[in-house]
């Protein structure tokens, strides 16, 4: 199903790609463009709201002057002049508390000369215009107009991140809404003056706040807040340090500072605001004298709109999910007119490969270019069929004729493959006989000459050759040595002129006397020999082919084992196939046979030792065992190490 899955995924990729890469692409441009303009909707709901509140600051200051107007023009107010000083104050009184000032008074114009250069709307009132504004005054003249609005004004600076640094303490002046009228009424001539301290003015800002967050027009669920500044000072607020602290006394951040108060500008932005993020607005706020002293800020919290937005994307993401979600299993069963006939087609292709060549699509119910593939595939493995079929027929004569000529080769074979292994070993008997005599003739002559002067020391030594008895004696030990050795070696070579095929022989002498014959390669290695011969019938064999497999496995056995290890040779009674015979073992302690090619061992040419050897010595061995009617064979030890096994079948009497 691998092909089908992955044409499967290719279509459904092929269909979806576009709604995978271009919906995100679009939706991050919508809620990108949504997100700024759902926040220039926020920052144009502050700017009207400092609207409102600036509004109302400037309805508070009109209200007052024409308060002030009104009593300034009233008869009443003209009745009272000409009663005493008195009656005077208990009127001021009176309607100060009636309109809601801090402080009402009459000014003559004969006490104006200090105080018109001082404030400005005096001035302008003296001249005959009344007017209002905001001036900052000091605690000595907040003290002068009415007792305890010095206290009121002060606060304890409470130290305020990210605020410009000060080292002042406290704040002890007062912003004040200040509004003269002019008055000239029967010969009384002068200026009435009243004004409204906004510090702490918890009603001024509490109406702001209900103006703008408390309406429900205007306010809707916004959690606003209001706040005067005394340049930098919160000195009226309802936003909250704790749960009912206000916080009067806290200062605005540097940035906001700089901006609005340092270069006049009104801020429209978020803002950190105490203890968290507003959307806030900022006014500037300019005295009598045209300074900028303070200013009139309104802001509502950011988190809930944010919320809102955050809300708005996770919706926004969900419903692309969700779109994607239910566009490819509808894409996919659009798409089964598609994906059944290739279904088919696959499962005919998986019974061809498994062997089934009658497999066919048949009506896909497919039309168009599915379809005549469809067919095409069932035309094509039409004449595949008929193909395999004459295929078949073919290899079956062609089998026949194989197996023919493949045993005709197999008998010629095995004639030549005798014929060239009698060859090889007369071959070798041949060189070896010849080679052997040589040495054999070279060898014995030295020799005699060695035995000869050895006699001719004893006799001329006499009696003194008892001071030299030991070493003559083991000069005559060597000696007859050589002779065993020599003649051993002729024996091997020329078996024939030293036995007849009909010699009744002793295993166990014979290995022995192998032994001899390969002690000086057994003197060069550390290798121990063990023996192991137990009481075993004689065979009968020719001694010079026996003694040549003997001291072929010798040797094998040495040239596995390396430089070291244990050569355990063993002889036995043994039975085989219901005859009674004698078993001889060669056992070593090398790496053993690799398994694949311990059934090749005898085979002809076969050797494990590259570049050495003929390959013939197992092979040669296993046709003089086989010829005296006796078994050779090899296996691997499961401590490791080769095992081979002679078996012989006893002598006849």
Do not use: C
């Not at 409470?158 to 080292?167: D, K, L, Q, R």
């Not at 200013?295 to 944010?306: D, H, I, Q, S």
């Not at 570049?611 to 090899?634: H, K, M």
């Amino acid at each position: 199903m691998a092909p089908l899955s992955s044409v499967r995924l290719r279509l459904l990729v092929m269909a979806l790609l576009p709604l995978i890469v271009l919906m995100p692409f679009l939706l991050l441009l919508g809620m990108t463009r949504w997100s700024s303009d759902y926040d220039a909707l926020l920052i144009a709901n502050v700017e009207s709201d400092l609207r409102i509140a600036e509004q109302y600051l400037e309805e508070l200051m009109t209200g007052t002057e024409r308060d002030l107007t009104g009593i300034a023009t009233s008869a009443e107010f003209d009745a009272l002049l000409a009663k005493p000083n008195e009656e005077h104050e208990e009127y001021l009184s009176r309607k100060r508390k009636e309109l809601g000032l801090d402080f009402l008074y009459f000014l003559p114009r004969s006490r104006t000369a200090d105080t018109a250069d001082q404030w400005p709307v005096i001035k302008a009132a003296l001249s005959g215009t009344s007017g209002a504004g905001i001036d900052i005054m000091g605690p000595e003249d907040l003290n002068s107009l009415a007792s305890g609005l010095a206290e009121q004004a002060r606060f304890d600076l409470i130290e305020t991140a990210a605020a410009v640094p000060t080292s002042r303490t406290a704040e002890d002046r007062g912003m004040v809404v200040h509004s003269a009228s002019p008055v000239a009424m029967n010969g009384h001539d002068g200026v009435l003056v009243g004004g409204i301290l906004l510090n702490r003015n918890l009603q001024f800002i509490d109406t702001i706040n209900a103006l703008v967050y408390l309406n429900a027009v205007t306010g809707g669920d916004r959690q606003g807040t209001a706040t005067l500044f005394l340049e930098d000072v919160r000195v009226s607020t309802n936003v909250r340090l704790f749960e009912d602290v206000r916080a009067l006394g806290t200062r605005v951040s540097a940035v906001v500072r700089n901006r609005v108060l340092g270069q006049g500008e009104t801020w429209l932005d978020r803002a950190f605001v105490v203890n968290d993020w507003y959307i806030s607005g900022y006014l500037p706020l300019t005295d009598s004298f045209g300074n900028r002293v303070g200013m009139l800020y309104v802001g509502f919290l950011e988190a809930p709109f944010t919320a809102a937005k955050r809300a708005a994307y996770l919706w926004m993401i969900a419903a692309f999910a969700g779109v994607l979600m239910l566009s490819a299993p509808l894409f996919l069963w659009l798409a089964k007119g598609i994906f059944a006939p290739l279904e088919r087609m696959n499962k005919t292709m998986r019974r061809v490969e498994g062997g089934d060549l009658s497999a066919r699509n048949g009506d896909t119910g497919a039309r168009g270019e599915i379809g005549a593939v469809a067919a095409h595939l069932d035309s094509l493995l039409n004449q595949l069929q008929d193909r395999d079929q004459r295929l078949r027929t073919y290899a079956k004569g062609l089998n026949q004729m194989v197996d023919k000529r493949t045993s005709e080769l197999r008998k010629a074979n095995a004639k030549l493959e005798e014929t060239f292994k009698q060859l090889v070993m007369s071959e070798k008997l041949a060189s070896i006989g010849e080679i052997t005599a040589g040495v054999a003739h070279e060898i014995n002559n030295p020799v005699a000459v060695i035995q000869g002067n050895v006699d001719v020391i004893r006799e001329t030594l006499g009696d003194n050759a008892r001071d030299v008895k030991t070493e003559l004696a083991l000069i005559d030990q060597q000696v007859m040595r050589i002779d065993a050795i020599v003649g051993k070696l002729l024996q091997f070579a020329r078996p024939g002129e030293f036995s007849n095929y009909d010699e009744t022989i002793m295993l166990p002498r014979l290995v022995e006397d192998s032994l001899v014959l390969v002690d000086h390669l057994l003197s060069k290695r550390a290798i121990q020999v063990r023996k192991d011969f137990q009481d075993a019938p004689p065979v009968r064999i020719d001694p010079g082919e026996m003694q040549q497999v003997v001291i072929n496995l010798i040797v094998n056995a040495m040239q596995a084992m390396g430089e070291s290890g244990t050569l355990s040779l063993g002889v036995a009674a043994a039975e085989s196939g219901g005859r009674s015979g004698t078993q001889l073992s060669v056992r070593d302690s090398g790496p053993g046979i690799p398994e694949d090619k311990l059934i090749s061992v005898f085979d002809p040419f076969f050797t494990t030792k590259q570049a050495e050897g003929t390959g013939l010595g197992l092979s040669i061995s296993q046709t003089l065992v086989q010829r005296a009617g006796g078994l050779i064979s090899a296996r691997n030890l499961k401590d490791g190490g080769a095992e081979f096994t002679v078996w012989l079948p006893q002598a006849e009497e």
